[in-house]
């Protein structure tokens, strides 16, 4: 069965400073990995995904993930936080395997806070 | 483009009721997911919808249920209510083109107060 951990309930971060979020995952086959992020009463935005090729892929509003199959991790960073990044992070993972569908496995979320 | 839209936006029933909520993918879009979203055990898929016929099911009981119309519109119904199915409930949408590579979009959400 698949599975997704997010390891830190909250990261907090000065505005400037380097964020990284963490993300570790478990599948039987080959990962296809997401990140989406949250405002407080809305629904949950894609920031990025990575299926296949090169290890560091980026996304949207200045955010990377690096993808690491050895240590089956596909942590989330930007190199300057800015305080509206503020928001509930979710890492999910979908396994190759067809029929998995469109199902996506999620982790429990990491909350960021970015301080002025 | 329109993004995915779901309605009612908030909803309040009590023990016991049921009800039925929408979700009208984006255009295009043929692939439909439900997810459910509660503090204390997150998010959680419920059933995937693809033309018109369920594909993947979660670990919900059968009140959960869901339908999805040759429109690609999508709704899922709950029956007899309990206090534990107060959630956000947030549908999402793919083009479901490739075995799993598709990006899921994911509307607003309904959120459900059982009282």
């Known amino acids: 069965a698949q599975s997704v951990a997010q390891p830190e309930d909250q990261v907090n971060v000065a505005e400037g400073n380097p964020l990284t979020v963490k993300c570790t995952y478990s599948?039987?086959?080959?990962?296809?990995l997401f990140w989406y992020v949250q405002y407080p009463n809305r629904g949950l935005q894609f920031l990025l995904k990575?299926?296949?090729?090169?290890?560091l892929v980026k996304g949207s509003y200045g955010f990377e993930a690096e993808f690491n199959k050895s240590q089956t991790s596909f942590h989330l960073k930007k190199p300057s936080a800015l305080v509206s990044d503020s928001a509930l992070y979710f890492c999910?993972?979908?396994?190759?395997?067809?029929?998995?569908?469109?199902?996506?496995?999620f982790g429990t979320g990491t909350r960021l806070a970015v301080r002025p | 483009k329109a993004g995915v839209t779901q309605t009612p936006r908030y909803l309040i029933k009590t023990r016991g009721q049921q009800v039925t909520l929408s979700c009208s993918p984006i255009?295009?879009?043929?692939?439909v997911s439900w997810y459910q979203q509660t503090p204390g055990q997150g998010l959680q898929f419920l059933f995937e919808?693809?033309?018109?016929?369920?594909?993947n099911k979660g670990n919900f009981p059968g009140r959960f249920s869901g339908r999805q119309f040759s429109n690609s519109r999508s709704e899922m119904n709950v029956s007899t209510l309990e206090l534990g199915d107060s959630a956000l409930y947030l549908c999402?949408?793919?083009?479901?083109?490739?075995?799993?590579?598709?990006?899921?979009?994911f509307g607003p959400g309904t959120r459900l107060t059982v009282l």
């Open positions: 599948v039987s086959g080959n990962p296809y």
């Open positions: 919808y693809f033309s018109e016929t369920q594909r």
């Open positions: 999910a993972v979908r396994d190759e395997k067809k029929s998995s569908g469109d199902k996506l496995t």
């Open positions: 990575y299926i296949t090729g090169d290890n």
């Open positions: 255009s295009g879009h043929r692939s």
């Open positions: 999402a949408s793919s083009f479901r083109r490739g075995p799993g590579t598709d990006t899921q979009y």
